[in-house]
């Protein structure tokens, strides 16, 4: 069973930096690296959206509110999958969610929330 915890969370002063992490259990290092991997986020009373994704071959995309601040990466030999968050607004607070998906499955993590807070 695909399983997906996401880790590193929590509360930062505007303008700092935050590293997420997403690991990934209950599939192999080879289906792991086979899919793109992604990153949503979720504020209170909005709709989820969107923030980042990698592909199998390391290919990044973003969205625009976050590019040049925010950075996505993977390990597959760890099965793992970072968001590196610098020069956080109060505006990236929400519940950020990992997310993949394989044969047409959407797998997701419970969220990690972060708060972006003086």
């Known amino acids: 069973q695909v399983q997906l915890v996401e880790s590193g969370g929590g509360l930062v002063q505007p303008g700092g930096p935050l590293r997420l992490s997403c690991a990934a259990s209950g599939m192999t290092r080879i289906i792991f690296s086979t899919y793109t991997m992604g990153w949503y986020r979720q504020a209170p009373g909005k709709q989820r959206e969107l923030v980042a994704t990698i592909s199998s071959r390391g290919r990044p995309n973003y969205v625009d509110s976050v590019k040049g601040r925010f950075t996505i990466s993977r390990d597959n030999a760890k099965n793992t999958v970072y968001l590196q968050m610098s020069g956080l607004k109060p505006e990236d607070t929400a519940v950020y969610y990992c997310?993949?998906?394989?044969?047409?499955?959407?797998?997701w993590g419970q969220g990690t929330q972060v708060t972006v807070s003086s």
């Open positions: 997310n993949s998906r394989i044969a047409m499955v959407d797998y």
